[in-house]
């Protein structure tokens, strides 16, 4: 498992080194820096945040042509696993709001379809679109009460919120087909090719994705960070708390409704399993493994888990018990995960290689040094 | 006697359990005007400035600023009716620059919290880059809030409230745990801001050097209760006031 995981990691890295053409991706709104140090920081930055992305999706891209249909499914799951992940990153990782609860919301967009196509025979394409907004109809709901309350008892409410929906979900046989869930074949012929559905589920993902990073960058986004670090002051400055977190609250729901969407591409299916607790706890799971304080360390920390699965599996009688004591590792020796400690590590030797280039016009003097580094710091924590 | 004070207190009294923290405080804070609460620890200061940002809701009393009732109002109400505050203890953004720090206020104020996009981004950047400048951190604007010095952090604070374009700045102990070096920054910076932007200031101290070289007006709470108040010369000699301070319990 070890050695899968370091070969995934590395894919990005050598690939961004490859691609230089993917650089050409548009920039973010500078957040100011001085303009002497901006260009070559400027280049540098694009590269690292737009570079490795693009090389990512270039390789998923190219992926059907190269593997078999098996495996390729896995990678399918992966992707929308990511898009569940980075979604309720949003509210762990970004607004500091721990909710147990993201199971409601990913299960209820695979339920939304599964039955539409049950009771109302509604096309697939259609209830698809209304996936993520009855996610956020329910997000409403949910948030207009559990973030009423703080730390553990945000928890606690929104865990007690999806497991009263997965009992409904479980005990109203006649509508949901109760523990069984409801499957068939409610998706439309185009997506029964599987490259077609792989390639449905990664455009999905890639732009959804695209919006949410979009998002953690915007004034909105910046305010929700304000609060994770520090709730009174920015309610001192003006900031209307709640309001803020519930539109956050509101977004991952319907993100994470999204990729309940996308199970049932990849499934044909919905069933209570998708609601429960075990389900919300995967995406903090994958969050922490991948690093909550980067924007694509939980879509890493995704394809770590679906790619070590059926290995854990095959291996050990107790898969649980293998995941368990991998968390526990990397929250004893990297809690910024294995992206945050990456980017850490690349940013060093960066470092140490412009060092070790003696005469360089331009190179970190003993002003631009320190500068440099709080700028990482600042970089990798968010 | 009353008209025109820019913030009304009467009556103001919070009880906690059995025990009086702040009772009964009548002060009148004149526009344009730099007013110290000062007291020995315990007096009920911190309670009394948390009355006032709404963090603490009084058990009676009124508070009107600007002529609005705002007694019991939620924080972010009433910073949007232009009172700020800065707090005793250093309270800024740990992980965020101080550059975003400030963005944060000034989206705040512009009422762009919600904001999906980010158009008017540059504007807002470029404002608090001035701000920080004015304020002499535009050096550090780049670095996270928490890596800045104790005396930095201070500023940044006040630079927060001074974000929000407030016309009321609650100061509580802006300089406390400052070296005499950063202590004497941070007051010129307060004074500076007080007569460039027209700023009431409402401040509590413990450094008596700093309260009566700078304060047109001086209210001393002990125990919970106003003993007196007035301009520097008057209150320096008040009888009530030495044995409070040399007499005390302290």
């Known amino acids: 498992m070890h050695y899968r995981t370091r070969r995934t990691l ?22 100011a820096r001085e303009p002497e140090s901006a260009l070559r920081g400027l280049a540098r930055r694009v590269g690292v945040i737009f570079g490795v992305p693009a090389a990512i999706v270039i390789i998923l891209v190219i992926l059907p042509s190269v593997l078999s249909p098996l495996p390729l499914l896995d990678v399918q799951s992966a992707v929308g696993l990511a898009l569940f992940a980075c979604a309720t990153n949003l509210l762990v990782g970004y607004g ?15 339920y939304v379809i599964a039955l539409a196509w049950l009771h109302l025979h509604m096309s697939f394409w259609i209830s698809f679109i209304c996936a993520p907004f009855a996610g956020a109809a329910m997000a409403v709901a949910i948030g207009l009460v559990a973030l009423r309350t703080r730390r553990l008892y945000f928890a606690l409410l929104t865990l007690a919120f999806s497991q009263l929906v997965f009992v409904i979900a479980q005990q109203q046989v006649s509508f949901t087909g109760g523990a069984n869930g409801v499957f068939g074949p409610m998706l439309p012929s185009f997506l029964i090719n599987p490259d077609n559905a792989y390639y449905f589920t990664l455009g999905v993902a890639v732009l959804a ?9 915007s004034p909105f ?6 609060i994770r670090e520090n709730p009174e002051r920015a309610e001192a400055l003006g900031v209307n708390v709640f309001r803020q977190q519930l539109l956050a609250f509101v977004f991952a729901g319907a993100l994470c409704a999204l990729a309940g969407g996308l199970f049932v591409v990849y499934d044909q299916s919905a069933n209570p399993n998708l609601l429960s ?9 994958m969050a922490v493994i991948g690093g909550q304080f980067s924007f694509l360390g939980p879509a890493l920390g995704a394809l770590i888990y679906e790619q070590s699965r059926d290995v854990v599996l095959a291996q050990f009688s107790d898969s649980q018990l293998v995941f368990g004591l991998l968390l526990l590792l990397i929250v004893l020796a990297a809690p910024d995960g294995v992206l945050g400690r990456l980017t850490r590590g690349f940013a060093l030797l960066a470092r140490r290689w412009r060092a070790a280039r003696p005469g360089r016009p331009g190179g970190p003097g ?17 | 006697m009353t008209a025109g004070a820019l913030l009304q207190i009467s009556g103001l009294t919070r009880q906690f359990g059995g025990f009086a923290a702040v009772q009964d405080v009548d002060v009148s804070v004149w526009p344009a005007t730099i007013h110290s609460v000062i007291g020995p620890n315990g007096a009920g200061k911190t309670t009394f400035f948390r009355l006032l940002t709404g963090i603490l809701r009084p058990s009676r009393g009124t508070v009107t600023f600007d002529g609005h009732d705002i007694t019991g109002a939620r924080p972010h109400v009433i910073s949007r009716r232009g009172l700020a505050q800065s707090f005793q203890i250093t309270n800024v953004f740990p992980r965020l620059t101080a550059l975003e720090s400030v963005q944060i206020a000034i989206l705040a104020r512009r009422r762009r919290s919600l904001d999906f996009a980010s158009l008017h981004q540059r504007r807002v950047t470029a404002e608090a880059s001035g701000l920080l ?13 928490q890596t800045l010095s104790h005396g930095d952090q201070r500023i940044l604070e006040v630079t927060l409230a001074l974000a929000t374009s407030p016309r009321l700045l609650l100061l509580d102990e802006p300089t406390a745990g400052m070296s005499p070096f950063e202590t004497e920054r941070m007051v010129s910076l307060v004074t500076r801001l007080a007569k460039e932007h027209g700023l009431t200031v409402l401040l509590s101290e413990h450094d008596m050097d700093v309260v009566f070289g700078i304060s047109d007006e001086i209210t001393v709470l002990h125990r919970g209760r106003v003993v007196t108040h007035g ?16 007499g005390g319990e302290e």
């Open chain 1, 10 to 31: 590395q894919m990005p890295a050598s690939a961004d080194r490859t691609q230089p053409a993917a650089t050409a991706a548009p920039s973010p709104p500078a957040i």
């Open chain 1, 96 to 110: 500091g709001l721990v909710s147990f609860g993201q199971g409601a919301f990913y299960g209820t967009g695979a």
């Open chain 1, 209 to 217: 994705l695209l919006a949410l990073y979009k998002i953690t960058r």
């Open chain 1, 221 to 226: 986004g910046m305010t929700l960070k304000a």
């Open chain 1, 277 to 285: 607790w075990t389900e919300s706890g995967y995406p903090i799971f």
């Open chain 1, 366 to 382: 003993p002003e631009s040094a320190p500068r440099d580094a709080a700028h990482e710091t600042a970089e990798s924590e968010r």
């Open chain 2, 133 to 145: 400048k004015e304020v002499g951190l535009h050096q550090v604007a780049d670095a996270q809030a």
């Open chain 2, 231 to 246: 301009p520097p010369e008057q209150v320096e000699a008040d009888k009530d006031v030495i044995e409070v301070y040399l």
